[in-house]
């Protein structure tokens, strides 16, 4: 399985934040995949509500392209506490389309935040459903110019080469102005609950094969249970709430009927 809007490797990642022994270059590459054993489910709260029903409109993406309000809020509320990112259209429309879609949606619900690097970005976006992240894999979109700096708590898409969005993101969790040459559109910022971004659990790193954290095909494939059973510390996304709310669905009704009064005898 093609690895979904992979940021950067981790090569990129040591280039911008130096450590002892660790050298890298400036461009952007896709980690290759590894493969790795299959787990079984545990038998957790958290993988139960992951087994919850969602929204199956996500089994069709080519049907959910929503065009997003000028500018609108989306609440998270995490496992670690509640922050809320505010968007601006303008900044980058497409993005700001499709992330207003997948939270309307709640396409993020039970989702991890998978990838977390101090000082650098807290990643998510891969379904805690492997049907929906199935369906997604290809549901590309096309690049926005990049209007805005991926300055700390700016909220931007990953992507794995041009025109690759998906559903995958990240908060820069410091000012990473070298990203904004790559091509990584910021289209929104946490404007509350900053000190709960900053918390995200980090301790297992960068992701596999590079690091020893979770493997994204393995998230795609099976989805929360295997981030339960094997980094059952990492945070997660509990719901999302939009606001302005979307508007409910309507359904155009035919007019009444004329009634013809009936003629007097």
Excluded: C
């Excluded at 509500?49 to 065009?67: E, F, I, M, T, V």
């Excluded at 997003?68 to 700001?96: C, H, I, M, N």
């Excluded at 790193?205 to 493997?215: K, Q, R, V």
């Amino acid at each position: 399985m093609r690895k979904v809007a992979i940021l950067i490797a981790a090569s990129m990642f040591f280039a911008a934040i130096p450590a002892s022994g660790q050298t890298g270059n400036d461009a952007p590459a896709k980690p290759k995949s590894s493969t790795t054993q299959k787990t079984a489910p545990a038998k957790t709260a958290a993988s139960s509500a992951a087994k919850s029903s969602y929204d199956r409109a996500l089994l069709h993406p080519a049907l959910l392209k929503d065009k997003a309000p000028e500018t609108y809020q989306v609440k998270f509320e995490t496992s670690k506490g509640d922050f809320t990112v505010s968007v601006t259209r303008a900044w980058a429309p497409l993005g700001a389309d499709r992330f207003y879609t997948l939270a309307k949606h709640h396409f993020f619900d039970n989702g991890s935040f998978f990838r977390v690097l101090t000082a650098f970005v807290a990643q998510f976006g891969i379904s805690a459903y492997p049907p929906v992240s199935a369906v997604w894999e290809k549901a590309t979109i096309k690049d926005d110019p990049v209007t805005q700096s991926n300055k700390k708590y700016f909220l931007t898409f990953a992507t794995a080469g041009p025109n690759t969005r998906t559903t995958q993101l990240f908060i820069n969790l410091a000012d990473n102005p070298r990203l904004d040459g790559m091509g990584f559109a910021s289209f929104g910022q946490v404007t509350e609950g900053m000190n709960v971004v900053d918390t995200l659990y980090a301790g297992y790193g960068e992701g596999a094969p590079s690091g020893s954290g979770p493997n994204q095909d393995e998230i795609q494939k099976q989805g929360r249970p295997y981030l339960d059973k094997n980094f059952p510390k990492l945070d997660y996304i509990k719901t999302t709430t939009l606001t302005p709310a979307p508007s409910p669905a309507t359904h155009k009704t035919l007019p009444a009927k004329k009634t013809v009064p009936a003629p007097k005898p």
